[in-house]
Nanobody, 115 residues
Framework: VQLQASGGGLVQPGGSLRLSCKVS????????MGWYRQAPGSEREEVAI???????HYVNSVKGRFTIARDNAKNMVYLQMNDLQPEDTAVYYC??????????WGQGTLVTVSS
């Protein structure tokens, strides 16, 4: 199982970005999909997760601004980020938990929010 994240970049405060993560491989069933981030000097934190049934959970700091979505047919997970602020600057990682119990991480994509 491999995860490939994309969509990061430099954006001004108030701007938007959409992150994507493709899960590839064979012989697996994805359960929970999620996005995490790690800012310089900080620990990695969970940003948003979405279950196989479509239930979502967000960290308080992004509620109302970020939206997580998944496309099960394509094994993709997305993170739409609106009204980005400098404190959202971080490396964003996708993660999937399989029904088998294993979990995998993507390589990370850098989001920089700066004027």
């Amino acid at each position: 199982v491999q995860l490939q994240a994309s969509g990061g970049g430099l954006v001004q405060p108030g701007g938007s970005l959409r992150l994507s993560c493709k899960v590839s491989g064979s012989g697996f069933i994805v359960n929970v999909m999620g996005w995490y981030r790690q800012a310089p000097g900080s620990e990695r934190e969970e940003v948003a997760i979405i279950t196989s049934g479509g239930s979502t959970h967000y960290v308080n700091s992004v509620k109302g601004r970020f939206t997580i979505a998944r496309d099960n047919a394509k094994n993709m997970v997305y993170l739409q980020m609106n009204d980005l602020q400098p404190e959202d600057t971080a490396v964003y990682y996708c993660r999937v938990a399989l029904l088998s119990g294993s979990d995998y991480w993507g390589q990370g994509t850098l989001v920089t929010v700066s004027s």
